[in-house]
């Protein structure tokens, strides 16, 4: 059993930054990928952007150049770095860790981008 904490979220204007956490209950090196997923309502999740155990990272086409992903082993948390905000980035972000067969979210950290 993996528990995800999710904090970052908030009310930014266009064009502004904000960091998303995501803490892992346990050592994310035994994790085999995370990542990041973002879903409007109406809409299906959809994968933002995933970094797998070796590091390998992953966006989706709209987020390419103003997200980034990483991550602190020490101490079990990935983060997701967003730069140049734009007011369709606004919805709820969720954290996913996939570990053996198992998939893990967290409960979600909404961001709104003000225009």
């Known amino acids: 059993q993996v528990q995800l904490v999710e904090s970052g979220g908030g009310l930014v204007q266009t064009g502004g930054s904000l960091r998303l956490s995501c803490a892992a209950s346990i050592n994310i090196f035994s994790i085999n990928a995370m990542g990041w997923y973002r879903q409007a309502p109406g809409n299906q999740r959809e994968l933002v952007a995933s970094?797998?155990?070796?590091?390998?990272?992953n966006y989706a086409d709209s987020v390419k150049g103003r997200f980034t992903i990483s991550r602190d082993i020490a101490k079990n948390t990935i983060y997701l770095q967003m730069n140049n905000l734009k007011p369709e980035d606004t919805t709820v972000y969720y954290c996913?860790?996939?570990?053996?067969?198992?998939?893990?979210w967290g409960q979600g950290t909404q961001v709104t981008v003000s225009s």
């Open positions: 996913k860790a996939i570990s053996g067969r198992a998939a893990y």
């Open positions: 970094i797998a155990k070796g590091g390998t990272t």
